[in-house]
């Protein structure tokens, strides 16, 4: 059974029991909410790429609207759906299965779109274009996305993300996108190194070795985890020069 684990087998399994599955903090979430204005008439809000919901419950306790979380890994829906039972959010957060890149929701739906670590992976100019048409008229977005925080961008973190299908561009770029994308540009700042590491890094490796001893001698599993270890040590190493930033925009 083991050999027909898949690479997104395991990297659903590394996740599925981790509060983040990407570098973030319940910190960031709210002070990426206080640049809204008008929070109080926030009745609407798509959380996309929402993962197991961590940052979801956040929102959903320093807003008052209602909430669509949506990822396209069930695992994820089915332990975000179980965790606002529990914290008796179910009757304003709803989580569903479905694509970032093909949204089915009504034009000009929400007052507020969401989204923590997901959007580069269909990258920031096609996310933003695509989610403009769903964001009411004065309605704000907010993203994460891995960017370059200097002019220099070494070639081996490069590579990494290169790699890993990721388009980094710098902060000034990615305003000037936003700002294309039908946004008036609101806010931007960089995610502080905990974020990463005792947030992400930390949890996913104990995970990690968890499964490790689960899955003993699994070629895919020892692959995936050697990968994760070198992200680790490349972040040790480069993370002067790039980092997560939250980008805050407002519809025209």
Not at 68 to 90: E, M, R
Not at 163 to 170: F, K, M, N, R, Y
Request: glycine share 8%; net charge negative; with cysteine.
């Amino acid at each position: 059974m083991e050999n027909e684990l898949s690479v997104i087998d395991v990297l659903i399994e590394t996740h599925a029991g981790l509060e983040r599955q990407g570098p973030g903090s319940r910190e960031m979430t709210v002070k990426a909410l206080s640049f809204l204005d008008n929070k109080n008439k926030i009745l609407r809000v798509a959380d996309l790429g929402c993962g197991s919901g961590g940052q979801t419950m956040v929102l959903a306790q320093n807003i008052s609207g209602n909430i669509i979380a949506l990822d396209q890994f069930t695992d994820f829906i089915n332990i975000l759906n179980d965790n606002a039972k529990k914290q008796n959010l179910q009757e304003r957060v709803k989580g569903i299965v479905g694509f970032m890149d093909n949204l089915c929701f009504q034009k000009e739906e929400f007052d507020l779109i969401w989204s923590e670590g997901a959007i580069d992976s269909i990258g920031f100019e096609k996310g933003l274009t695509h989610w403009n048409s769903f964001l009411k008229k004065q309605g704000h977005i907010a993203v994460t996305c891995p960017s370059w925080l200097t002019d220099k961008h070494p070639e081996e973190i490069e590579k990494f993300w290169t790699d890993a299908g990721s388009g980094l561009d710098t902060i000034g770029n990615n305003i000037s996108i936003m700002q294309k994308s039908g946004y008036s540009f609101v806010a931007a700042f960089t995610l502080p190194e905990t974020c990463w590491t005792d947030n992400y890094f930390i949890p996913r490796a104990a995970a990690e070795k968890a499964l490790l001893e689960k899955y003993a001698s699994n070629e895919i599993v020892e692959a995936y985890i050697e990968n994760s270890k070198y992200e680790v040590e490349l972040f040790s190493k480069y993370k002067q020069y790039y980092g997560y930033v939250f980008y805050i925009g407002k519809k025209g």
